[in-house]
């Protein structure tokens, strides 16, 4: 038995090294890294956080200079609470590529700011240099808005009264009926008298990932240099992470009052994946390769 475990322990550690360094010492082909990382991030999206992790360190051990590696290992070490090994990572990505460095950083503090902010139903007091964006929710297979929909739309009008002078951007995409969320959001809103010519849309956007990125364009488009953000309370932390991710400086979490005081706490590690996983998308790290 003692012979048996001896060669298995052996045969492992020589597939370990072949992975790590390829046949007879040279080094692993891009492919084999590519699975690897491919692998991570399909862990990551399935939630086996310990699997995904584990890919990246392979990974890293057959290419130390791969950044993309490197700054997925240093969030999911960051969402992990492996203190160690996301200093590790930093560190080495400061060497390797320190722009994305920088980038890791900032999409670790736009995570921390999410998961401290509160959902707030009360309209803030901003300028005109700030933006209201509003995000999608999916329609009726009609095209007409459902609850929740119009729930967000009612905060974005109060808020938009509240600041008469700040442009409204409408996001969202997945039309139905012909009709994007978007075309329908602006339409309501024009519809409770606020002028068109406030209104921005932004009809490509399929994710809040995309909400972010697409609905940061158009922000910077119409001029404004920060926005309020305007969803769901459930849904708030996720949008703004992405939204500081993308760019866009958030100075204002605006909320429907569904479901307001469930949301208040601080969400728990485990409900935090999301906003990690997200961020990671946002920060527009491949998926696949």
Do not use: C
Not at 61 to 88: N, R
């Amino acid at each position: 038995m003692k012979i048996s475990r001896h060669w298995k322990h052996l045969a492992a550690s020589l597939f370990a090294a072949v992975i790590v360094t390829g046949l007879a010492g040279v080094p692993a082909h891009a492919g084999e890294t590519d699975a690897l990382y491919n692998s991570a991030q399909r862990n990551f999206t399935d939630g086996n956080d310990v699997a995904g992790r584990a890919d990246l360190r392979t990974l890293i051990g057959a290419d130390p200079d791969d950044a993309d590696a490197l700054s997925l290992q240093a969030i999911w070490s960051h969402y992990a609470g492996d203190l160690p090994a996301l200093a590790d990572a930093m560190a080495r990505l400061n060497v390797v590529d320190p722009g994305m460095a920088a980038g890791t950083t900032h999409v670790l503090n736009a995570i921390g700011a999410a998961v401290g902010t509160l959902p707030n139903p009360l309209p803030a007091l901003i300028g005109p240099q700030t933006g209201i964006v509003v995000l999608g929710y999916g329609l009726l297979p009609d095209g007409a808005l459902r609850p929740e929909l119009v729930n967000r739309l009612t905060a974005a009008w109060l808020q938009s009264i509240a600041a008469p002078l700040s442009p409204i951007v409408v996001t969202g995409g997945n039309p139905q009926n012909g009709i994007t969320e978007a075309d329908a959001m602006a339409g309501w809103l024009i519809g409770h008298g606020v002028p068109p010519t406030r209104i921005s849309v932004e009809g490509r956007a399929g994710s809040t990932v995309q909400n972010a990125l697409f609905g940061t364009q158009k922000l910077r488009e119409v001029g404004a240099t920060s926005a309020v953000v305007v969803t769901s309370p459930n849904h708030i932390r996720r949008a703004v992470a992405d939204f500081i991710v993308a760019g866009t400086q958030v100075v204002g979490a605006t909320t429907s009052l569904e479901q307001l005081v469930s949301q208040l706490p601080p969400p728990a590690r485990q409900s935090q994946r999301g906003i990690y996983l997200d961020a990671t998308r946002t920060f527009e790290l491949d998926t696949s390769r």
